[in-house]
């Protein structure tokens, strides 16, 4: 059984996962606009496929795998992350919509209020490589 601190950290990077895909997918005829041709759309896509993946492969690492490598690779990269983001995109540049924002700024909050859940005494044994048995396996 995880640690129910664990299945939280899981529950809001995902959300924090979906805004992000979501943030792409609703702007992505105004990043193709601004990147014009394919030559310049092809290394854009390669860089979201990639940061989407290695997004998902740290989460997976954390998450199911309690992998403290994985851990400590996650928090620098959402720290580095927000802080390109808090010192960078704000203000918003001018051609961003409201919401194009907004969902920027939640993305970015959630993966910050998510490392929360993987520091603390009790969470240690999960990263240690200590599984608590589930009881269900002995009926």
Known sequence: MRP???VWFERI???SFVLGLTNVGLYWRQIAGRLGTWPHLGPFWIAQAAYFAIYALLV???ARRGNAVGRWLFTIAVVAAAA???FFALPPPPHWPPT???LTAAQCLLSLFSLIFLFGSDIRPWFAG???VDPSVFD
Do not use: S
Request: aromatic residues 34%.
């Open 60 to 62: 997976w690492l954390i």
């Open 130 to 132: 200590y599984r608590a």
């Open 4 to 6: 129910h601190q664990i």
């Open 84 to 86: 390109l983001f808090f």
């Open 13 to 15: 990077v995902l959300l």
């Open 100 to 102: 194009r924002f907004f």
